[in-house]
Protein backbone atom coordinates (compact mmCIF):
# COMPACT_ATOMS: atom_id res chain seq x y z
CA UNK A 1 0.00 0.00 0.00
CA UNK A 2 2.63 2.25 0.63
CA UNK A 3 5.32 1.31 -2.39
CA UNK A 4 6.34 4.63 -3.09
CA UNK A 5 6.80 6.01 0.20
CA UNK A 6 8.83 2.97 0.96
CA UNK A 7 10.94 3.55 -2.25
CA UNK A 8 11.10 7.05 -1.03
CA UNK A 9 12.81 6.15 2.65
CA UNK A 10 16.31 7.97 2.97
CA UNK A 11 18.57 5.96 5.37
CA UNK A 12 17.80 6.81 8.79
CA UNK A 13 13.94 7.57 8.03
CA UNK A 14 11.02 5.56 9.35
CA UNK A 15 7.54 5.37 8.88
CA UNK A 16 5.75 7.30 11.66
CA UNK A 17 2.11 7.31 11.59
CA UNK A 18 0.47 6.18 7.64
CA UNK A 19 -2.70 8.20 6.94
CA UNK A 20 -5.40 6.92 4.05
CA UNK A 21 -8.24 9.18 1.74
CA UNK A 22 -11.61 8.10 2.76
CA UNK A 23 -13.89 6.61 0.35
CA UNK A 24 -16.87 8.92 1.89
CA UNK A 25 -15.19 11.66 0.13
CA UNK A 26 -15.85 9.37 -3.10
CA UNK A 27 -19.94 9.65 -2.12
CA UNK A 28 -20.71 11.37 -4.99
CA UNK A 29 -18.78 9.71 -8.04
CA UNK A 30 -20.01 6.46 -6.37
CA UNK A 31 -23.94 7.55 -6.13
CA UNK A 32 -23.23 8.69 -10.06
CA UNK A 33 -22.35 4.73 -10.58
CA UNK A 34 -25.18 3.30 -8.97
CA UNK A 35 -27.02 5.91 -10.89
CA UNK A 36 -25.92 4.71 -13.78
CA UNK A 37 -25.49 0.89 -13.65
CA UNK A 38 -28.35 0.24 -15.38
CA UNK A 39 -27.33 1.97 -18.41
CA UNK A 40 -25.06 -0.94 -19.95
CA UNK A 41 -23.41 -0.98 -16.60
CA UNK A 42 -21.38 2.43 -17.22
CA UNK A 43 -21.97 3.09 -13.72
CA UNK A 44 -19.15 0.74 -12.60
CA UNK A 45 -16.41 2.46 -14.93
CA UNK A 46 -17.07 5.48 -11.70
CA UNK A 47 -17.11 3.10 -9.02
CA UNK A 48 -13.29 2.02 -10.71
CA UNK A 49 -12.36 5.45 -10.42
CA UNK A 50 -13.22 5.91 -7.71
CA UNK A 51 -11.46 3.23 -6.39
CA UNK A 52 -8.59 3.79 -7.94
CA UNK A 53 -8.91 7.82 -6.88
CA UNK A 54 -8.80 5.99 -3.06
CA UNK A 55 -6.20 3.13 -3.63
CA UNK A 56 -3.91 5.46 -6.15
CA UNK A 57 -2.97 7.87 -2.82
CA UNK A 58 -0.52 7.45 0.10
CA UNK A 59 0.01 9.33 2.93
CA UNK A 60 2.32 9.52 5.65
CA UNK A 61 4.21 11.05 8.36
CA UNK A 62 8.06 9.95 8.80
CA UNK A 63 10.42 10.99 11.47
CA UNK A 64 11.65 13.80 9.17
CA UNK A 65 9.00 14.52 6.58
CA UNK A 66 5.64 14.32 4.99
CA UNK A 67 5.07 12.37 2.00
CA UNK A 68 1.80 12.13 -0.29
CA UNK A 69 1.74 10.44 -3.22
CA UNK A 70 -1.57 11.38 -5.92
CA UNK A 71 -1.96 9.40 -9.05
CA UNK A 72 -2.55 5.64 -10.69
CA UNK A 73 -0.64 6.27 -14.14
CA UNK A 74 0.40 10.00 -13.95
CA UNK A 75 1.84 10.74 -10.20
CA UNK A 76 1.97 14.57 -8.24
CA UNK A 77 3.97 14.30 -5.02
CA UNK A 78 4.25 16.58 -1.97
CA UNK A 79 7.01 15.85 0.26
CA UNK A 80 7.82 18.59 3.09
CA UNK A 81 10.91 18.22 5.55
CA UNK A 82 8.95 18.91 9.00
CA UNK A 83 11.23 21.53 10.02
CA UNK A 84 9.96 23.66 7.07
CA UNK A 85 6.26 22.98 8.09
CA UNK A 86 5.22 26.54 10.22
CA UNK A 87 1.21 25.62 10.03
CA UNK A 88 -1.60 22.92 9.12
CA UNK A 89 -4.74 23.58 8.70
CA UNK A 90 -7.66 20.97 9.14
CA UNK A 91 -10.37 21.74 6.30
CA UNK A 92 -13.78 19.69 6.85
CA UNK A 93 -17.60 20.68 5.75
CA UNK A 94 -20.53 19.37 7.51
CA UNK A 95 -20.68 16.46 5.92
CA UNK A 96 -16.57 15.64 6.45
CA UNK A 97 -16.98 16.43 10.34
CA UNK A 98 -19.89 13.67 10.55
CA UNK A 99 -17.83 10.87 8.39
CA UNK A 100 -14.45 11.86 9.64
CA UNK A 101 -12.79 13.03 6.51
CA UNK A 102 -11.51 16.40 5.36
CA UNK A 103 -8.65 18.31 3.85
CA UNK A 104 -4.84 19.18 5.00
CA UNK A 105 -3.24 22.39 3.85
CA UNK A 106 0.33 22.38 4.92
CA UNK A 107 2.05 26.09 4.64
CA UNK A 108 5.72 26.79 5.46
CA UNK A 109 8.92 28.59 5.08
CA UNK A 110 9.76 28.84 0.97
CA UNK A 111 6.64 26.11 0.31
CA UNK A 112 3.65 27.40 -1.35
CA UNK A 113 0.68 26.03 0.25
CA UNK A 114 0.41 21.69 -0.22
CA UNK A 115 -3.42 21.03 0.20
CA UNK A 116 -3.89 17.15 0.89
CA UNK A 117 -7.98 16.49 0.25
CA UNK A 118 -9.84 13.56 1.43
CA UNK A 119 -8.11 12.70 4.28
CA UNK A 120 -9.49 9.68 6.44
CA UNK A 121 -9.55 11.31 9.97
CA UNK A 122 -7.82 14.22 9.18
CA UNK A 123 -7.45 15.25 12.98
CA UNK A 124 -5.21 12.50 13.60
CA UNK A 125 -3.29 12.80 11.26
CA UNK A 126 -2.65 16.77 12.30
CA UNK A 127 -1.98 15.30 15.45
CA UNK A 128 0.09 12.93 14.72
CA UNK A 129 2.03 15.21 12.21
CA UNK A 130 2.23 17.86 15.65
CA UNK A 131 3.81 15.42 17.65
CA UNK A 132 6.62 13.92 15.16
CA UNK A 133 7.40 17.74 14.63
CA UNK A 134 7.49 18.61 18.02
CA UNK A 135 9.80 15.76 18.49
CA UNK A 136 12.35 17.14 15.59
CA UNK A 137 12.36 20.38 17.64
CA UNK A 138 12.85 18.40 20.49
CA UNK A 139 16.12 16.41 19.75
CA UNK A 140 17.50 19.92 17.53
CA UNK A 141 17.82 21.58 21.33
Known amino acids: ?????????????????????????QTGTI???????????IGLIFWVVAWVRSRSTELAITNKRVIAKFG???????????????SIQVDQSVLGRMLNFGSLVISGAGVAQAPI???????????MFMQAQEHINNSES
Open 1 to 25: MTRYINDALTPGEHIVHIGRTSLWS
Open 31 to 41: LLGLLLLPAFG
Open 72 to 86: FISRRTIEINLSKVE
Open 117 to 127: LHIADPMRFRQ
